[in-house]
């Protein structure tokens, strides 16, 4: 099984900075792409950055030029540098990663998500 462990969530006043972290453990051969999620009381749940295992990036719109994720392989950890924060970006953070793993000779493939961890902007 994999785990994923996320931290650094907390509450900022708009304007603020916060660097969330996310650290997967278990029987992982290779993490495909690690992503942050994010959920909002009342809304589907949205992606908001994601990093392949060829540090290609993707954002949402409306983090471009404020959050940036990066990944460190060596210690299967992903992290989410959020600046300039807004109200709106009050959410319930989630971590995902897409992991290979063996059973016996066999690959496996699986996509895990972590508990959340509360972000909220707020003077």
């Known amino acids: 099984q994999v785990q994923l462990v996320e931290s650094g969530g907390g509450l900022v006043q708009p304007g603020g900075s916060l660097r969330l972290s996310c650290a997967a453990s278990?029987?992982?051969?290779?993490?495909?792409?690690m992503g942050w999620y994010r959920q909002a009381p009342g809304k589907q749940r949205e992606l908001v950055a994601a990093?392949?295992?060829?540090?290609?990036?993707n954002y949402a719109d409306s983090v471009k030029g404020r959050f940036t994720i990066s990944r460190d392989n060596a210690k299967n950890t992903a992290y989410l540098q959020m600046n300039s924060l807004k109200p709106e970006d009050t959410a319930v953070y989630y971590c995902?990663?897409?992991?290979?793993?063996?059973?016996?000779?066999?690959?496996?493939?699986?996509?895990?998500w972590g508990q959340g961890t509360q972000v909220t902007v707020s003077s």
């Open positions: 278990g029987s992982i051969f290779s993490i495909n792409a």
């Open positions: 995902n990663a897409d992991v290979t793993y063996y059973r016996g000779p066999y690959p496996y493939r699986n996509d895990y």
């Open positions: 990093v392949t295992s060829g540090d290609n990036t």
